[in-house]
């Protein structure tokens, strides 16, 4: 459906998207045109340390409890791709060969399963 079957002009839509572009800029520029020029307190470097770490796990969980490929369901292929990788990661400390690892596991159970 257009935005004008919705009710909406094209200048209305073209004003929520600029209000919204100025909002997250000003998010943005809170945290860092604020802070920029200031050292960040110890605490907060040690814990922004592992952003990283908790955002690949959050992205990548949902999507072995709950594939939609397979409707929402469990699958043992994907679960053990999941154990094969953090195992291959926790072994090694090596991210590419953890990803390789949980990859060829991934492509190897779905052959055989």
Do not use: H, K
Not at 42 to 49: G, I, M
Not at 60 to 76: D, I, Q
């Amino acid at each position: 459906m257009s935005a004008q079957m919705q009710g909406w002009s094209d200048a209305q839509i073209w004003g929520i998207i600029a209000v919204l572009a100025v909002g997250t800029f000003l998010i943005r520029w809170s945290f860092l045109g604020v802070m920029g020029n200031r050292p960040l307190p110890l605490w907060a470097q040690r814990l922004l340390r592992y952003t990283a770490v908790a955002v690949l796990p959050a992205l990548v969980a949902p999507l072995v409890a709950w594939p939609a490929a397979t409707g929402g369901r469990p699958e043992p292929a994907r679960i053990a791709a999941a154990a094969v990788t953090v195992l291959v990661g926790l072994a090694t400390r090596n991210t590419l060969a953890a990803i390789l690892g949980g990859g060829l596991t991934l492509v190897a159970a779905m052959t055989l399963i």
